[in-house]
């Protein structure tokens, strides 16, 4: 009922963390049971460390944050070091009762070079998938190669060439049409799309008549943008129908994830919601397996179920226009 997959990767439940909201997992563990979720995604992880923007770096909006870490992480080889093991620890926890666990997800970022670089060295340490970063706004040139479709195909056909484990492209709403992007993405090999990263936003302090933030402008994430993240899902569910979608924006419950499914996608992950409400992915699994049992239906059969409707009106459309044809022949 709650089985969910992503291509070839099978997944118990469709909620995972959001990258960069979540650390590796392991500090979330004393709050919740994260055995039971479907899957944790890292923070990105680039080649080199990296010491991120300058403070401030995060502003509550209404609804929602703005956010400049501008991609601060330790390096592949601290990462490797000291949080892959407790990602892998997390999810031999939640191997249980005939389940899978939470699915080790690791986002990289990085120019395609690193990318190519970071994809050989993950593979061989038993992640189950890659997410690749083509969509940070807060880093120099870092949604360069998810507003350009033939960079978007060059960067995930390199790293597909090198991958041994399924591989999803995320993406920036920070565009006028995603389309393109998430086809070129799939012409480059990519298992499935991660949609979406922040929207570039800016506060400002009158008073000091300054930016708020260091970096000025930041990622605008949380309940604010769902609608955003939810109108680009099901556009791009549309347009792509065998491109798996993930879906990340403001979620945060059982029934987002319900209503992520019903426009297209396959699993949802949570993000900013979990800076208020650390415990919230264990409940949320719970919840949709109440929602779920009591309207008698499974994530399988929910996805896409608004993608069908357009079809069963026209088809309804021309039973009645027929009936129509033959009643008036008949009244004749
Ligand atoms: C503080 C913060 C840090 C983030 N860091 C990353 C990151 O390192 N890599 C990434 O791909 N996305 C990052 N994101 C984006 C989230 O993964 C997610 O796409 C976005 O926040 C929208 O989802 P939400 O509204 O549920 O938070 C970050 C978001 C926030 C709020």
């Known amino acids: 009922m709650l089985e969910t997959n992503l291509a070839s990767l099978e997944l118990d439940n469709p909620v995972l963390s959001a ?74 926890s939640g191997r249980r009762d005939g389940r899978s666990g939470p699915r080790v997800i690791v986002n990289l970022g990085g120019s395609t070079d690193e990318l190519v670089e970071l994809t050989r060295r993950f593979c061989k340490e038993g992640v189950d998938a890659l997410e690749i970063n083509l969509s940070c706004p807060n880093v120099a040139h870092g949604t360069r190669s998810s507003t350009d479709p033939e960079l978007t195909e060059q960067v995930i056909s390199a790293v597909k060439a090198v ?16 389309v393109p992007i998430a086809a ?20 400002v302090d009158w008073r000091r008549r300054k ?36 879906a990340v924006g403001g979620a945060h419950s059982a029934d987002c994830v319900l209503e992520f ?22 409940r949320v699994v719970n919840d949709l397996g109440e929602r779920l049992r009591s ?18 009106v026209a088809e309804d459309a021309l039973v009645v226009a027929k009936a129509l044809v033959v009643a008036k022949e008949s009244s004749r």
């Not at 260091?214 to 491109?243: F, W």
């Open 19 to 92: 990258s960069g909201t979540f650390g590796s997992g392991w500090e979330g563990h004393q709050f919740s049971d994260l055995g039971t979720i479907g899957g944790l995604v890292s923070k990105t992880v680039t080649l080199k460390p990296r010491p991120g923007n300058p403070p401030p770096r995060i502003f509550e909006t209404p609804s929602g944050m703005l956010n400049a870490i501008g991609l601060e992480n330790k390096g592949c080889d601290a990462f490797l070091r000291d949080a892959l093991p407790r990602m892998h620890e997390l999810a031999a």
């Open 163 to 178: 991958a041994t484990v399924p591989v999803f492209a995320k993406l920036t709403p920070n565009i006028t049409d995603i």
């Open 184 to 203: 070129a993405a799939q012409r480059g090999g990519a298992d499935a799309v991660t949609l979406i990263n922040t929207l570039v936003g800016m506060a």
């Open 211 to 246: 930016p708020v933030l260091g970096n000025t402008t930041g990622g605008l994430s949380g309940p604010a943008i769902k609608p955003v993240a939810m109108r680009i899902v099901y556009q791009v569910r549309a347009a792509l129908p065998d491109l798996p979608i993930i």
């Open 261 to 282: 499914v019903c426009a297209g996608a396959s699993a949802v992950q949570f993000g900013t919601v979990m800076f208020s409400d650390p415990t919230l992915m264990a």
């Open 295 to 312: 309207a008698g239906t499974s994530i399988r059969e929910l996805r896409s179920a608004m993608h069908a409707v357009p079809a069963l």
